[in-house]
């Protein structure tokens, strides 16, 4: 199987989604945390990258589905710091 790279770009987005998990699940961070957040969102970013070459429906909206919630997480974050 030969990796191009929006294959490489999927698997890095992968590690990135497993790896926040394993942080929140080892309690290294919380589920607020602007480094779990930074990864759940950056991870779903490459891997609807790497969709964007192979589509795959039911793959791609839960990426971006999973985009979203992340953004809006880093969001409620951010207007909680500003208050």
């Known amino acids: ?10 698997m ?3 590690m990135m989604l497993l790896w926040a998990y394993f942080l929140l ?8 945390d602007y480094a779990f957040l930074g ?3 950056t991870g779903s970013c490459l891997i609807v ?3 964007l070459r192979e589509f ?3 793959a791609f909206l839960i990426e971006v ?5 992340s953004l809006y997480g880093i969001y409620r974050r951010w ?5």
């Open 1 to 10: 199987m030969e990796m191009n790279p929006a294959d490489i770009g999927g």
């Open 79 to 83: 207007r909680r710091n500003e208050e």
């Open 39 to 41: 990864l759940n969102a």
């Open 56 to 58: 795959n429906i039911s």
């Open 65 to 69: 589905a999973w985009v979203a919630v």
């Open 49 to 51: 990258i790497s969709l």
């Open 12 to 14: 890095i987005g992968v």
């Open 25 to 32: 699940q080892s309690q290294q961070v919380k589920f607020d």
